[in-house]
């Protein structure tokens, strides 16, 4: 199968996963005389629960699964349908107690049943996880401590909505609706064990070493690293891999990093990370030999999956990683493929890979265009931001037939995602990855 069928095939997966509690529903309906509304609310809230199950699975980083999209857009498709599913659910209880307001009376603390609780409680956890994650920035959590949370009440949510179902009764009486609600809660702690627990175990079977701490233009450091005892794993240039550093891989203390390495050589793996926040400004305090751990890899970022003979890269900032590691090993095979670099950057002073940039084009039929928005004195380059203007200033004329590679601040890739299309060039032939999943 093709990536195209493969996708297809894991759509059809999530659907049936989604639908089965409803089509159940359909079969063998509950209490009769409960009318469409009644029934339509109810519907939402069995929909709403096995999403919320689903999302574990979204979650779990399958690579399999997540191959055919790329494991950023199941985290956006995660993060979107996740306020669908709060939809459905918020909305299940304000059509039952405007269909029958005496039920507003079996809330109050002194009467509630506890599978009524649980599911306020399960709607409270849902309400909070959303606002946790919408306005995280704002709030100021922190990204490890949001990560806990997030686990915390995502489990709490569905195992109380469950309750909830079991306790309601009505539409799970016989056995076999029983048998799959306990089959979706059993599957959940499956695959919540798999990703806590078994995928960590492997991961400490398969450490890395740090071997240089290499100090980059531009206040970033490449962490060179080598398996240890094992033989890591082939990637495609372009992807990335979660990074632990330290701690054993147990701990949710891992950051996704790209691999800016070639791709020809698996056996020597650099991430280059500029420094930003908590974690990135500590790369350069790691010692060498130090334990790593590498989950990956991942992502469909990838000249891999899109043969051809003209590439357009456009790189902003630390957004290049990616890139070097696709002309890196474009380079390594040999490649005679025409190759166009826009790469924006705040300085010349401190542009990451200038020197191997440079010298690469002596083994590439490669052209870099720099855009420095703090030009140097004497700059005869393109100054400011990649605009319309300046891609059409350079873009070759046969553009509508390359294949596009963007990574850099989201405004710049949506800019140029946006002047692509306008001017004809396929949405497939468009490939954007962003360094901010959640
Ligand atoms: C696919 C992908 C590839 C990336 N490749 C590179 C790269 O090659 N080089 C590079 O310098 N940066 C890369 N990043 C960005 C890098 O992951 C973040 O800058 C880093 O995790 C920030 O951590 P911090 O604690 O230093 O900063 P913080 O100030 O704690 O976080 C800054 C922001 O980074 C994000 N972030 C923080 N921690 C995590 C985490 N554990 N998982 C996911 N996101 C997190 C959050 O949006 C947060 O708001 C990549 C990101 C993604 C998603």
């Known amino acids: 199968m093709n990536y195209v069928q493969r996708g297809f095939f894991w759509i059809a997966v999530y659907l049936c996963l989604v639908l089965a509690p409803l089509f159940v529903l359909l079969l063998a309906p509950g209490p009769s005389g409960s009318g469409l509304w009644w029934d339509f609310s109810i519907a939402l809230g069995f929909a709403g629960t096995s999403m919320m199950a689903a999302m574990f699975i979204l979650t779990a980083r399958f690579r399999r699964a997540a191959a055919p999209f790329g ?23 304000f059509i039952l107690i405007s269909l029958e307001p005496s039920l507003l009376g079996d809330l109050r603390p002194s009467v509630i049943s506890p599978h009524m609780l649980a599911g306020v409680i399960s709607v409270v956890a849902l309400t909070s996880l959303l606002v946790m994650t ?15 949370w997030h686990a915390l009440l995502s489990i709490t949510a569905l195992v109380l909505a469950i309750v909830h179902i079991e306790g309601v009764g009505n539409y799970v009486s016989s056995p076999w609706k029983r048998l799959l609600w306990t089959t979706i809660s059993l599957s959940c702690l499956a695959i919540l064990l798999y990703a806590r627990l078994v995928k960590p175990m492997v991961m400490l079977q398969r450490p890395y ?27 495609m240039p372009g992807q990335f891999v979660w990074l632990t550093l330290g701690n054993s891989p147990f701990a949710l203390k891992e950051h996704p990093f790209s691999i800016s390495s070639s791709a020809m050589q698996p056996q020597t793996i650099q991430l280059t990370i500029k420094e ?20 990956g890899p991942y992502g469909a970022f990838s000249i891999d999956r ?15 990683t990616p890139i070097m590691a696709m002309l890196r090993t474009l380079a390594d ?70 294949q596009y590679y963007l990574c850099g601040p989201t ?21 954007s990855e962003l360094f901010n999943l959640a």
């Not at 920035?137 to 401590?145: A, R, V």
């Not at 701490?213 to 398996?227: C, D, F, I, K, N």
């Not at 405004?411 to 490939?431: C, D, N, Y």
């Open 71 to 93: 494991i950023d857009l199941v985290y956006y498709f995660h993060r979107w349908i996740a306020l669908v599913l709060f939809l459905f659910i918020a909305v299940h209880p």
């Open 134 to 148: 919408l306005w995280r920035q704002q709030l100021k959590i922190h990204y490890d401590g949001w990560r806990i």
């Open 209 to 235: 070493r740090v071997e240089q701490v290499v100090q980059e233009r531009g206040r970033a450091w490449t962490l060179v690293v080598r398996p240890e005892g094992h033989r890591s794993f082939s990637f």
């Open 276 to 295: 930003l926040g908590d974690f990135t400004s500590q790369i350069k305090e790691v010692s060498v030999g130090q334990t790593a751990y590498l989950d």
């Open 306 to 320: 899109h043969p051809s003979s003209d590439y357009v890269f456009i790189a902003g900032g630390i957004g290049v």
């Open 333 to 402: 095979r040999g490649d005679g493929s025409s190759l166009l670099l826009f790469y924006a950057y705040s300085s010349w002073e401190d542009l990451t890979f200038q020197e191997e940039l440079e010298s690469l084009k002596e083994r590439l039929n490669l052209k870099i265009v720099y855009v420095l928005a703090n030009p140097p004195k004497e700059w005869q380059g393109e100054i400011g931001f990649v605009t319309d203007e300046l891609l059409a200033r350079h873009l070759p004329s046969g553009f509508k037939r390359c």
């Open 411 to 431: 405004p710049m890739t949506a800019l140029v995602e946006k002047t692509l299309r306008r001017h004809g060039v396929p949405l497939p032939q468009i490939h």
